[in-house]
T-cell receptor, first 111, second 114 residues
Framework: DGGITQSPKYLFRKEGQNVTLSCEQNLNHDAMYWYRQDPGQGLRLIYYSQIVNDFQKGDIAEGYSVSREKKESFPLTVTSAQKNPTAFYLC??????????FGSGTRLTVV | AQSVTQLDSQVPVFEEAPVELRCNYSSSVSVYLFWYVQYPNQGLQLLLKYLSGSTLVESINGFEAEFNKSQTSFHLRKPSVHISDTAEYFCAVRLTGGGNKLTFGTGTQLKVEL
């Protein structure tokens, strides 16, 4: 079955540590996205990529980095510069002008 | 830039009662509109979408939404809710000629009670 897989489901980060969230899709979608979800704030766009080897900043890119070396993969790194990283992170993919397909999310907690 | 407003953060309703979740958008150009549903600790699932054609769109589980261009609204309705409809619902908008980026509302938590 085609879909989009995020791992891990739960992730704990220590202060000053970088962590990487995985996002893999086998839907053959060109575009991929990372959103951050906080209670009462909806979804906010971190980064998106319309094609391999290209990506753009979203509304809240500071403290995050991404890469898009393969069509299937769009990992997100939460760096130590992100001062409030505790949140639910959602990855999505789409074809051009199509609806998004979402992964099941990664819940990141700072300990 | 486009924006989405979901006026109600929480909507409590009794089972088998009707419900309406409100969504208004702001955009100077044509848009596509979407409703997504999210169950606890899961990703979002597409509920229904308006791209063109009939302004009334329906989902397979009894929800419907009507695109009203003059009121810039896309309210979600269901004539009789079930306990299993308890979830958070997000309205989203995308410009028809503006790439793939979706802008989401802040969500409405629907709580169905017995």
């Amino acid at each position: 079955d085609g879909g989009i897989t995020q791992s891990p489901k739960y992730l704990f980060r220590k202060e000053g540590q970088n962590v990487t969230l995985s996002c893999e899709q086998n839907l053959n979608h060109d575009a991929m996205y990372w959103y951050r979800q906080d209670p009462g704030q909806g979804l906010r766009l971190i980064y998106y990529s319309q094609i391999v080897n290209d990506f753009q900043k979203g509304d809240i890119a500071e403290g995050y980095s991404v890469s898009r070396e393969k069509k299937e993969s769009f990992p997100l790194t939460v760096t130590s510069a992100q001062k409030n990283p505790t949140a639910f992170y959602l990855c999505a993919s789409s074809i051009a002008q199509g609806a998004y397909t979402f992964g099941s999310g990664t819940r990141l907690t700072v300990v | 830039a486009q924006s989405v407003t979901q006026l109600d953060s929480q909507v409590p309703v009794f089972e088998e009662a009707p419900v309406e979740l409100r969504c208004n958008y702001s955009s100077s150009v044509s848009v596509y509109l979407f409703w997504y549903v999210q169950y606890p600790n899961q990703g979002l699932q597409l509920l229904l979408k308006y791209l063109s054609g009939s302004t009334l769109v329906e989902s397979i589980n009894g929800f419907e939404a009507e695109f009203n261009k003059s009121q810039t609204s896309f309210h979600l309705r269901k004539p009789s809710v079930h306990i299993s409809d308890t979830a958070e619902y997000f309205c989203a908008v995308r410009l028809t000629g503006g790439g793939n980026k979706l802008t989401f509302g802040t969500g409405t938590q629907l709580k169905v009670e017995l």
